[in-house]
């Protein structure tokens, strides 16, 4: 997936990017806030 958003020429990058959107930084992820968000969906 990572390698998808990285690579322009990727024929599935323009997906990546509107499922994920163009600022996802996997190394600012932060499971307890991602944690609650889901819980408030549920």
């Known amino acids: 997936m990572l390698e998808t958003l990285e690579d322009k020429e990727h024929p599935d990058h323009e997906d990546m ?8 930084d996997p ?6 806030k ?8 549920r």
């Not at 990017?17 to 996802?24: A, D, I, M, P, R």
């Not at 190394?27 to 307890?32: A, I």
């Not at 991602?34 to 969906?41: D, P, Q």
């Open 17 to 24: 990017v509107e499922w994920l959107g163009e600022n996802l």
């Open 27 to 32: 190394e600012k992820f932060d499971l307890r």
């Open 34 to 41: 991602t944690s609650a968000a889901v819980s408030r969906v």
